[in-house]
T-cell receptor, first 114, second 111 residues
Framework: DTGVSQNPRHKITKRGQNVTFRCDPI?????LYWYRQTLGQGPEFLTY????????KSRLLSDRFSAERPKGSFSTLEIQRTEQGDSAMYLC????????????FGPGTRLLVL | RKEVEQDPGPFNVPEGATVAFNCTYS??????FFWYRQDCRKEPKLLMS???SGNEDGRFTAQLNRASQYISLLIRDSKLSDSATYLC????????????FGTGTRLTIIP
């Protein structure tokens, strides 16, 4: 399978715990994006990387959230001290920067904070 | 006001009918426009790109009106497999930066 992969697919945690999600983009893609989607809403942009550089962060990305892409390949999204409002689907997408490029999404990690 | 606005539906349409969705966007600097399809509990997938005057792909036609800042999606001869949520998406830089999504319009095709 050469698509975007995400792990874990589901995560249940208790409020206050830390969680980390991983995204493996399509291998030749140099851009990687994180989005969050809550029930009944469209995905909302969180942050994106070009290679290992984090180029933009949304205001939605509070201090409890951190994302990394240390070698320009896979990326991790960590949420510290989770809150019930963090419950959502976390989607990763990747693309090859160029003219009119398509972002391909992974299957997402569904987080439930109890 | 949301950057991208769509009627959330639901639209319940008989099989074989034609259905149209509209979407408006507020950022006049938007450069690229897309329709994504999302099946229940799945990831969004690109359905069509809309760049200039419109785009047609089989039963699907997307139109862009820059002056009025809206885009539309027309589905002809609808199939049961068209049942999904259709997300209107805009980008300020040809899709190379963040995508801004509407809330989505839920479509159910009825046999």
């Amino acid at each position: 399978d050469t698509g975007v992969s995400q792990n874990p697919r589901h995560k249940i945690t208790k409020r206050g715990q830390n969680v980390t999600f991983r995204c493996d983009p399509i291998s030749e893609h140099n851009r990687l994006y994180w989005y969050r989607q809550t029930l009944g809403q469209g995905p909302e942009f969180l942050t994106y990387f070009q290679n290992e550089a984090q180029l933009e962060k949304s205001r939605l990305l509070s201090d409890r959230f951190s994302a990394e892409r240390p070698k320009g390949s896979f990326s991790t999204l960590e949420i510290q001290r989770t809150e019930q409002g963090d419950s959502a689907m976390y989607l990763c997408a990747s693309s090859w920067v160029g003219l009119q490029e398509t972002q391909y999404f992974g299957p997402g990690t569904r987080l439930l904070v109890l | 006001r949301k950057e991208v606005e769509q009627d959330p539906g639901p639209f319940n349409v008989p099989e074989g009918a034609t259905v149209a969705f509209n979407c408006t966007y507020s950022n006049s600097a938007s450069q690229s426009f897309f329709w994504y399809r999302q099946d229940c509990r799945k990831e969004p997938k690109l359905l069509m790109s809309v760049y200039s005057s419109g785009n047609e792909d089989g039963r699907f036609t997307a139109q862009l009106n820059r002056a009025s800042q809206y885009i539309s999606l027309l589905i002809r001869d609808s199939k049961l497999s068209d049942s999904a949520t259709y997300l209107c998406v805009v980008s300020s830089n040809f899709g190379n930066e963040k995508l801004t999504f509407g809330t989505g319009t839920r479509l159910t095709i009825i046999p």
